[in-house]
């Protein structure tokens, strides 16, 4: 998927409606080759290699790590609701599962795009490699800000992009089965926030998932810069994808796709990418994304 947040692609859902969801442990593993970078303040641009993400499960059929939010700022509540216009306001964005998650606005001159992400370390947000890299625009943003928890107009905390990666065979070619991306802050404001557990795993996942982010409409109406849930029902799964009915749209894109788990708690398993009628995807994390995202726990600005 190639277009920016606000008018998503539907070519992701297209291929799935024609071959079909192939259950993952009957699929080839995806071959990443590595990611492209970008430093903003100091201009340098570099291919980082496959190889150089230090693969740590490499033995396993799983892997976790647990989330953390600071004290006080723990989570409230261990499930959600399934209903019909599903996504429901959150009203209390400065708790966790809620606090890690990120709006942000991407500007390419005078073009300027909205999209969601979530802070996975004291400096770093994943988000689509479509939020922060359009090859139509010439590629990076020109600037880039982050608001975790925003609620509105309020602002509890901000902070710009200093860096950028996304994945390669997305720059290289806009594989929606590479569309992921890391933007890496001015400030440490996960030390503030927390954030989500990650997992990666073998078998396919079942059971509710929940999907959480900054749409840009909210039953047809503008939804100005608030933050929505939704909890819905894993449908599909393959190597590279998480198929749920829970209600997405246009702005999203980015946004986690999280289970909870008794040792890890709230954790992240796929990030928003699309959506389609009665059903939307993610990206999963496969062992490869896991182990790059887990490399930025103890990176700080």
């Known amino acids: 998927m190639k277009k920016m947040?606000?008018?998503?692609?539907?070519?992701?859902?297209?291929?799935?409606?024609m071959t079909g969801i192939v259950s993952a442990e009957h699929q080839d593993e995806y071959t990443h080759i590595g990611s492209y970078y970008k430093n903003v303040l100091t201009g340098e641009e570099r291919f980082i290699?496959?190889?150089e993400v230090f693969s740590t499960n490499s033995l396993e059929?799983?892997?976790?790590s647990p989330g953390y939010f600071p004290k006080g700022l723990?989570?409230?509540?261990?499930?959600?609701?399934?209903?019909?216009?599903?996504?429901?306001?959150?009203?209390?964005?400065?708790?966790?599962?809620?606090?890690?998650?990120?709006?942000?606005e991407a500007n390419w001159g005078n073009n300027s795009y909205r999209g969601s992400g979530f802070i996975i370390g004291p400096n770093a947000v994943v988000t689509s490699g479509h939020v922060i890299y359009n090859s139509s625009l010439g590629?990076?943003?020109?600037?880039?800000?982050?608001?975790?928890?925003?609620?509105?107009?309020?602002?509890?905390?901000?902070?710009?992009?200093?860096?950028?990666?996304?994945?390669?065979?997305?720059?290289?070619?806009?594989?929606?089965?590479?569309?992921?991306?890391?933007?890496?802050?001015?400030?440490?404001?996960?030390?503030?926030?927390g954030w989500l557990g990650l997992r990666w795993q073998s078998n396919d996942y079942s059971g509710t998932v929940t999907l959480q982010g900054y749409p840009k409409e909210i039953g047809g109406n503008t939804n100005n810069r608030r933050m929505y849930k939704c909890v819905g029902s894993i449908t599909g799964c393959s190597s590279r994808t998480i198929v749920t009915n829970a209600d997405s749209s246009g702005g999203q894109s980015g946004g986690p796709m999280y289970k909870y788990y008794a040792d890890t708690g709230y954790t992240a398993i796929g990030i928003i990418r699309g959506e389609g009628t009665g059903y939307n995807d993610g990206l999963r994390i496969d062992e490869w994304l896991y182990n790059k995202f887990i490399s930025f726990r103890n990176k700080r600005t």
């Open 139 to 193: 590629g990076w943003p020109s600037s880039c800000k982050v608001w975790p928890a925003r609620d509105g107009d309020n602002k509890y905390y901000e902070s710009y992009a200093i860096a950028y990666e996304a994945g390669g065979n997305y720059v290289n070619n806009n594989d929606n089965q590479d569309d992921w991306g890391i933007i890496t802050l001015a400030d440490n404001l996960g030390d503030k926030t």
């Open 61 to 64: 059929l799983e892997g976790s």
């Open 74 to 104: 723990e989570a409230l509540e261990t499930r959600g609701i399934i209903g019909s216009e599903n996504r429901q306001l959150v009203t209390n964005t400065q708790v966790g599962p809620y606090i890690s998650t990120c709006y942000i």
């Open 49 to 51: 290699p496959s190889e």
């Open 5 to 17: 947040i606000t008018f998503c692609s539907s070519l992701c859902f297209m291929l799935f409606i």
